[in-house]
């Protein structure tokens, strides 16, 4: 049974790391396109298999998604997830502030 509370909970969880934020701001900055593991990699120079570990957490919340093209793992941040996250908080937490 799908539980809206619950996937939004283990987004934030997800991206409540410092490295898992740092790997999902640099695929945001990288458009709809994404980037290779491997220019992850060496941009924040996180060990791979470091890195592995960490993406594998945000797709398994469906913050990333990874396709291959040829030899090459491409990660693509998903920004419906992210989508969702925010409006949760704006809907669920913020009610009767004004800005």
Do not use: W
């Not at 458009?31 to 592995?52: C, Y």
């Not at 919340?61 to 925010?86: E, F, H, M, P, W």
Request: hydrophobic share 35%; aromatic share 8%; charged share 20%.
């Amino acid at each position: 049974m799908f539980n809206y509370d619950e996937t939004i909970a283990n987004r934030l969880a997800e991206l409540g790391h410092v490295h898992r934020l740092a790997i999902y701001r640099t695929l945001i900055q990288a458009g709809d396109q994404g980037l290779p593991v491997g220019e992850v990699q060496k941009a924040l120079q996180i060990p791979n298999s470091t890195l592995s570990h960490h993406i594998s957490r945000m797709v398994n919340v469906g913050l990333v998604k990874q396709t291959r093209k040829s030899r090459t793992l491409y990660c693509i941040a998903q920004y419906r997830a992210l989508n969702d996250v925010l409006l949760y908080l704006q809907e669920n937490c913020c009610k009767g502030i004004d800005y």
